[in-house]
């Protein structure tokens, strides 16, 4: 069912990104070959951008694909690895979890402005963040879980990675 649903992701991730270069090879063709520069490619190019990004780490990257800074963190014993990894995922939890409200009442709050050439209002533009906040919950609330159990991500038994069992 996971990897049902992670390759629908990967789909609608590369359907944003093939939007995205369509759109601005035609930027390229309106403002340099017709010399009728035209400002809804750029505004959907950086719409599908914001969107692409968000949802490829989301719903897309596993875990083990998240960018590490693991000079220290490798040479360590796995118990204190392992340590790190459940305060570094619980901090994460907790701060997105307290951001939530805010971030909330933002995109909301955003309702009253819209996009200069398509006129889609900002908070569905910025909904997909609140997306991402929630997703990230999930996944480090994962990792921490998985932690405690002696688990770790370079183990490969991590939410939504395939279920490896190395």
């Known amino acids: 069912m996971i990897a049902a649903l992670r390759r629908g992701a990967e789909a609608v991730l590369v359907g944003m990104m093939a939007v995205m270069f369509i759109a601005f090879i035609l930027q390229v063709v309106f403002r340099y070959v017709l010399n009728w520069p035209v400002g809804w490619t750029d505004e959907l190019c950086t719409l599908v951008w914001l969107w692409g990004i968000l949802w490829g780490a989301s719903f897309v990257m596993t875990n083990r694909e998240d960018i590490r800074f693991d000079m220290l963190y490798s040479h360590l014993p ?9 305060l570094g995922s619980g901090c994460a939890v907790a701060l997105l979890l307290v951001s939530l409200p805010a971030t909330w009442s933002y995109v909301t ?37 998985d ?17 490896s069992t190395t």
């Open 147 to 163: 932690a405690l159990r002696g688990r770790l991500v370079e183990d490969g038994h991590m939410l939504g990675d395939g279920g």
């Open 78 to 86: 796995r118990g204190v690895r392992r340590g790190f990894t459940l």
């Open 109 to 145: 709050f955003m309702k009253v402005e819209s996009t200069a050439n398509f006129g889609i209002p900002f908070n569905w533009v910025f909904s997909i963040y609140v997306v991402f906040v929630l997703a990230m919950s999930v996944r480090h609330a994962g990792i921490a879980w």
